[in-house]
């Protein structure tokens, strides 16, 4: 299983008027980074103009297909049974996005095949990492 998975999905951006924008996103999951996924939208879905991308919780994505979660920059909740709101809040304001639950649960069953839920601290390299902060400070 490849050390990386990329998921192209559809999101629907949540418009202060109320409209849904079609835009497409992708979902990463990286072995090297086991605790956490990343979203990425086109810089048509922003204020500036170009790309953005958040990272987060892989298991808040989990726990969000369920349940409402997160009290930080980003939250997921389901919004009936088949669609999941993410909710990301910046200091320019916040962006709602509506996705597919299907996809999202299809992302993460792929992500765990790279790296069982569970199981992230054993990818983990302590020595290496630790290395590398020494050099950086």
């Known amino acids: 299983m490849s050390p990386v998975i990329d998921q192209a999905v559809q999101a629907g951006l949540i418009t202060a008027e109320a409209q849904v924008l079609d ?6 999951y990286r072995r090297d980074d086991p605790l956490a996924v990343r979203i990425c939208f086109p810089p048509r879905a922003s204020l500036a103009g170009s790309d953005v991308a958040w990272v987060f919780a892989r298991d ?16 997921v909740r389901p919004f009936g049974a088949d669609t999941t709101v993410l909710e990301f809040h910046a200091t320019v304001g916040t962006a709602m996005v509506r996705m597919d639950s299907a996809d999202l649960r299809r992302f993460l069953q792929r992500s765990y095949l790279v790296v069982p839920a ?20």
């Not at 994505?61 to 409402?68: I, N, R, V």
Request: net charge negative; aromatic share 2%.
């Open 60 to 75: 808040l994505l989990a726990a969000g297909l369920k349940e409402p979660a997160g009290d930080g920059d980003v939250h």
């Open 118 to 137: 569970g199981q992230e601290s054993a990818q983990f390299d302590l020595d290496s990492e630790l290395a590398a902060l020494l050099r950086e400070a």
């Open 23 to 28: 835009i497409p996103a992708v979902l990463r």
